[in-house]
Nanobody
């Protein structure tokens, strides 16, 4: 069984910073892309940032210049460094991973989500 576990969410003031982490564990053969998505109340889940296995990132326009995604392939972990946070960044943040399990079956696995609240 493969699972993703996020950490690092919380309450932060506008203009503050936060770093989210997400680690994949279980019977994993290989991980392709990893990404962060978010869902605010009453809104659709949207892409925040995504990073390929080779390290090429892409970002949503709404977070460009404020967010950095990175990954540690040895630890099966993806990070999301968020700076200059705004109230509109408030959402539940989910990570996902496009991976192959130990049986060679390709799967898209999601974490359980971590709440980020930006408020004074």
């Amino acid at each position: 069984q493969v699972q993703l576990v996020e950490s690092g969410g919380g309450l932060v003031q506008p203009g503050g910073s936060l770093t989210l982490s997400c680690t994949a564990s279980g019977s994993i053969l290989d991980i392709n892309a990893m990404g962060w998505y978010r869902q605010a109340p009453g809104k659709e889940r949207e892409l925040v940032a995504r990073i390929a296995k080779g390290g090429s990132p892409n970002y949503a326009d709404s977070v460009k210049g404020r967010v950095t995604i990175s990954r540690d392939n040895a630890k099966n972990t993806v990070y999301l460094q968020m700076n200059s946070l705004k109230p509109e960044d408030t959402a539940v943040y989910y990570c996902n991973a496009d991976l192959y399990d130990a049986f060679g079956v390709r799967k898209l696995v999601w974490g359980q989500g971590t709440q980020v609240t930006v408020s004074s």
